[in-house]
């Protein structure tokens, strides 16, 4: 028997639609963002996934993905943990820019090696690997035994928190990571084994990533 773990990245929010780098800064949801919330809630009850407890963030915008999708699947009551360590990527500096502007300051090839490379973070903030260093042990030592005891769980978080968690259950090279990008309110349904490896992924939605 397959044990199961739902990754969900937050629907849209106003900071996305600006094209802002957001970070830890704690924007709403777009109207966008609710119904991407929306479908990807009917999406799971479509397939009839239930859970028994979901993970989210410190931050709104993915507190509040996380409760829509669960008012879709008609689990509003489910226990929920919140945790910083599941925040985004501290984007540091960077952090209410937008994405246009910062290249006109600093180049597009200096702001392309911020965003995209494994170990580089902006000045002030987290690279993926800084990101990385805290959500996997909190992933390990909080998430992971409750999916290995059978218990259906959804994680509503961040690109970057869920890249990293990506990289790990697919075990996915620092190179290969930099071209992985996570769309907003598409499920990713793993199946586990007993002992944490993927046995299947399944994309519910076929969103374009940002």
């Known amino acids: 028997m397959s044990n199961v773990l739902v990754l969900v990245r937050h629907g849209q929010s106003e900071w996305n639609e ?27 009850k479509d397939k009839g996934y239930v859970f028994d407890i979901a993970y ?5 915008r993915a507190q509040d993905t996380n409760d829509i999708i669960l008012a879709e699947v008609g689990q509003s009551g489910l226990p929920i943990i919140r945790d910083q360590a599941l925040n985004e990527r501290d984007y540091g500096d960077l952090s209410g820019l937008n994405k ?14 911020w965003r995209r490379s494994y170990d580089i973070p902006p000045p002030g903030g987290e690279s993926l690997k800084d990101t990385a260093a805290r959500v996997l042990p909190y992933f390990d030592r909080e998430i992971m035994p409750r999916v290995l005891k059978g218990e259906r769980v959804l994680v509503a978080a961040h690109g970057n928190s869920l890249r990293s968690l990506v990289m790990q259950l697919e075990k996915l090279s620092e190179a290969e990571i930099i071209d992985v990008n996570i769309a907003t309110g598409a499920p990713i349904v ?9 046995l299947s992924k399944e994309l519910l939605l076929d969103r374009p990533a940002h």
């Open 100 to 113: 246009d502007d910062a290249r006109a300051k600093w180049g597009d090839e200096q702001v392309h090696v």
């Open 18 to 44: 600006k094209n802002l780098f957001t970070g830890w800064r704690d924007p709403a949801l777009t109207s966008l963002g609710r119904e991407e919330a929306k479908a990807a809630g009917k999406a799971l």
């Open 56 to 60: 989210t963030s410190l931050l709104k």
């Open 190 to 198: 793993y199946r586990l084994d007993d002992k944490g490896n993927v």
